[in-house]
């Protein structure tokens, strides 16, 4: 009970709270003023995620991206680094999963299991680019990202075109049946909700993230570089091997995102003018989630769930879905500048010492 | 004459952070034209107080009256409104900006939709003239040497009107020149009707230039003297408590066989050039070598250099018959080596780890400590607890992080550390840079006993009276090339002085 006591009087507890009930109350604000009805559409977001089985188990799909996402992130946040780039570790992780999947004949799981190995390779050694750029040459790694994203698409375009496209379509030929990672007798249990194998490696890597962060060797040095280069170069670490295993870490983690799209939700890989965003989805998920194991799956439980309710409110209160996305912003924003909400407390706090007195 | 009139008072201040009393019933006052001196130990409460008087924090009993009057001091902004400026110990300054441009920062004159440089320059210009300042209002910041940079802060002050000047920590970034060149200036504006508080620790400094000296320990004031009428010792003692030392005691050094030896040392500095021009120097086991100089001199780049930290060019380096010449900081560590580094903050410790992953910093990944990659945290809290109580660190807990501690209980754990790792060499760079009385009196005979041990002990110190207490021996420094080599029993400040100026030994009388 103290504990508890104790941890909710912690600021990055009540920050994202708080941030969370302001955006939500901006968002009725703004539904009000464009005459929508709030409670309406926020009632019908929750009834959309728990208005079927289904639904409960496609709010869930919609999260395991998001979780690795944040991981992803939070990882590089955690090593002093910035990893814009996992858009681009998630199209490699997909297009070395899909390889893996159309090019190649194994026997079923054994398919699955190389293929999620080779995906999370591929995402991983996307991302050690970055770092190795950065560590050997000074490039900043939110550029190096940013133009690595592009070139991994294209090369995604070029490989589907080359060797595994579907004719007349604009997306690549399906995986073998053998490389699925769906689990179809969940899924028929969640009334055909796309359940896969990703889901329960996601709750390994987000333990596995909160042991290497806390409890190894390569965490604390991780933390360390991530707080104070110099005192760990001081301390005898190899900060330029930090980094790039920092980073191959976080691509890998990238990766497992395309790979479990591919392999477990929908079998094949569009050739798309641009990238998913869920990357980018990422960053929010771990300044929201404060780059903990715990923060990033609960944030990304509640976006997941918002994107995936927008879609009941625009059906049941005629709300644009977007406003789903301006609420998330917020929220966002918020967090991100938590300078504001110390402001409100302190206003707060004066007037009802004033009141007191 | 009638007594100067009371611009500032304090009444029965007291400032609590939880169940942490900062300050305790403080009272406090401050007369027109005086130079007031807050004299206690890091962690005293001095700081607490000044940013309470510049509206900072709100006390939580008691009251501050200005001119009489009494006000709610609730915004700097308020502060600045009754004429209170304060300099902070690291300045407020855009780097890229004129001085005109950051001194009317926030304030700008405006002409039409234009500001107006060119009369807030000549006002700036005249005010610096005035007090005898010497800034040149068209000067980029960054162009311009720490203290003139200080003296910005100060006309920032007088710019906004500033008619009580607070200085935390003045000194603490200065050379002795340009220490000197602001206690004039503090006089300065003291005789031109302006009343001043130096917040400081350094005892030299308020005998020079105060009036009056209020003593705060433990967030009580103890006593309010005036200055001509007392001592250095008077005020040490009231500082921290209890008797102290100024002459560190020590027997005398049993030298025995070299441990470390530098042969024909060349290192490059950032911009290039060779800021280690040729070294040769030998530290004995049981000796404590002392480098004294001008900070700039080579000394940061030698130290890095023998600590892996920093390329070498040309020339040896032998620790106990192992060569560590471009060796990566690990393993000239484990070859023997433990390092005091001079900037703590930086390369010494990690801020926001608690006290034992810093313990731990050094020898994270030896056995004792890490398993096949799992950190045993048990290790590390006993580590650290064991730190704690041999070194007296007086922490508010071991999971806080460090950031929370007091300078002089952060060197402590340093300290501890290094001495933990039973090096053959120890270099301790600034050991006692920033720390009050007590804690330099306990880094001073941790050195000496390190000695003792039959350890060698480098120790780099741009003050000649630390070199000259604790050194046995003492080599100079001056454009990276050693000028002479002496003893602390043959030489004076004088000689060191002129020899630190750049002058070789020999050079004149003896």
């Not at chain 1, 609420?327 to 007191?356: D, L, N, Q, T, W």
């Not at chain 2, 390369?347 to 910093?361: C, Q, R, S, Y």
């Not at chain 2, 064991?386 to 209980?409: E, H, Q, T, W």
Request: glycine letters at 10%.
């Amino acid at each position: 009970m103290n504990n508890l006591k104790r941890l909710l009087r912690q600021e990055s507890v009540w920050i994202p709270i708080i941030s969370i009930v302001i955006g939500i109350v901006i968002g009725a604000i703004v539904m009000l003023i464009g005459g929508y009805d709030p409670l309406l559409a926020y009632s019908s977001l929750v009834q959309k995620i728990f208005g079927s089985v289904y639904d409960v188990g496609e709010t869930l799909r919609q999260i395991v991206p998001l979780i690795l996402a944040g991981l992803a992130v939070a990882i590089a946040f955690r090593g002093g680094m910035f990893n814009i780039g996992v858009e681009g570790q998630i199209v490699m992780g997909s297009l070395g999963a899909l390889m893996v999947g159309n090019m190649i004949d194994l026997p079923p799981i054994i398919h699955g299991i190389v293929a999620i190995i080779v995906g999370a390779l591929f995402g991983g050694i996307w991302g050690a680019l970055v770092a190795i750029f950065k560590v050997k040459r000074g490039l900043n790694e939110v550029i190096s990202c940013i133009m690595l994203n592009w070139i991994a698409l294209y090369i995604s375009h070029i490989t589907i075109k080359a060797f595994m496209a579907e004719a007349g379509t604009s997306r690549s030929q399906m995986i073998h049946d053998s490389a699925s990672i769906q689990i179809q007798w969940l899924s028929d249990l969640f009334n055909g909700a796309r359940i896969h194998w990703g889901f329960f490696i996601v709750i390994f890597i987000l333990i596995g993230y909160y042991y290497y962060m806390n409890r190894t060797k390569w965490g604390y040095e991780l933390r360390a570089v991530g707080y104070n280069k110099h005192a760990a170069e001081y301390a005898g670490m190899n900060v330029s091997s930090i980094a790039i295993r920092t980073f191959f870490i976080s691509g890998a983690i990238g990766g497992l995102i395309g790979t479990f799209e591919v392999l477990g939700v929908f079998k094949y890989m569009a050739i798309a003018a641009n990238t998913s965003g869920t990357g980018f989805d990422g960053i929010a998920v771990a300044l929201l989630g404060m780059n903990s194991a715990l923060g990033v799956f609960l944030s990304s439980t509640l976006f997941g769930a918002l994107y995936y309710g927008a879609q009941g409110m625009s059906f049941g209160a005629d709300v644009p879905p977007e406003v789903i996305k301006m609420v998330i912003s917020i929220i966002i924003f918020f967090a991100a500048a938590p300078g504001a909400i110390r402001m409100f407390i302190k206003m707060f706090k004066r007037k009802s010492k004033r009141e007191e007195g | 004459m009638a007594q100067p009139e009371t611009v500032l008072e304090l009444k029965g201040i007291t400032k609590r952070f939880g169940e942490v009393v900062a300050n305790e019933d403080i009272s406090f006052a401050l007369k027109k034209g005086e130079i007031h001196a807050l004299l206690g130990e890091n962690g005293a409460g001095k700081s607490t107080l000044m940013n309470i008087v510049f509206g900072l924090y709100q006390p939580t009993e008691g009251s501050i009256w200005v001119n009489g009057q009494e006000v709610l001091m609730d915004t700097p902004n308020r502060a600045i409104d009754l004429g209170i400026g304060m300099v902070h110990q690291h300045f407020k300054l855009v780097q890229p900006f004129t001085v005109t441009e950051n001194i009317i920062l926030g304030m700008e004159p405006k002409s039409g939709l234009r500001t107006d440089l060119k009369s807030a320059s000549s006002k700036i210009r005249q005010l610096s003239e005035q007090y005898g300042l010497n800034v040149d209002p068209s000067a980029k910041i960054e162009n311009i040497s720490v203290g003139m940079q200080q003296r910005v802060e100060i006309l920032k002050t007088l710019y906004r009107g500033a008619d009580i000047v607070i200085l935390d920590e003045p000194t603490a970034v200065l050379t002795p020149q340009e220490i000197t060149e602001l206690l004039a200036i503090m006089k300065r504006l003291a005789s031109e009707g302006k009343s001043i508080i130096i917040i400081t620790h350094k005892l030299k400094e308020i005998m020079e230039v105060a009036d009056t000296c209020t003593i705060i320990r433990r967030g009580r004031v103890i006593d309010s003297v005036v200055v001509k009428d007392s001592s250095p010792r008077e005020l040490a003692e009231k500082m921290v408590g209890r008797e102290v030392r100024f002459k560190t005691d020590k027997s005398a050094a049993d030298p025995k066989q070299p441990i470390l030896s530098v042969k024909d040392l060349k290192v490059r500095g950032d911009n290039g050039q060779m800021a280690v021009d040729g070294l040769s120097f030998q530290v004995r086991a049981g000796e404590i070598v002392g480098v004294a100089g001008v900070d700039g001199n080579g000394q940061a780049e030698l130290i890095e250099a023998l600590t892996g930290m920093r390329r070498v060019e040309e020339g040896e380096i032998d620790l106990d018959g192992v060569n560590v010449v471009n060796k990566t900081p690990r393993v000239v560590g484990q070859s023997g080596m433990s390092h005091i580094p001079q900037d703590r903050h930086k390369h010494g410790l990690v801020l926001d780890f608690t006290v034992p992953e810093n313990a731990i910093l050094q020898t994270y990944y030896k056995p004792e400590l890490t398993k096949g990659g799992l950190m045993d945290h048990n290790a590390a809290v006993s580590l650290a607890e064991k730190y704690v109580k041999s070194f007296d660190i007086r922490i508010p807990g071991l999971d806080v992080p460090v950031r929370a501690m007091s300078g002089g209980n952060q060197q402590k754990l340093i300290i501890a550390r290094e001495i933990d790792r039973r090096p053959k060499v120890l270099i301790a760079a600034q050991p006692t840079r920033g720390l009050d009385v007590g804690a330099i009196e306990f880094v001073h005979k941790e050195l000496i006993a390190e000695r003792n041990n039959g350890k060698g002990v480098l120790l780099v110190s741009f003050e000649l009276e630390e070199i000259m207490n604790v050194a046995d021996r003492i080599i100079v420094l001056f454009n990276g090339q050693i000028v002479g080599e002496t003893y602390p029993d043959q030489t004076n400040d004088q000689e060191l002085g002129l020899m630190m100026a750049g002058r070789r030994q020999g050079g004149d009388s003896n």
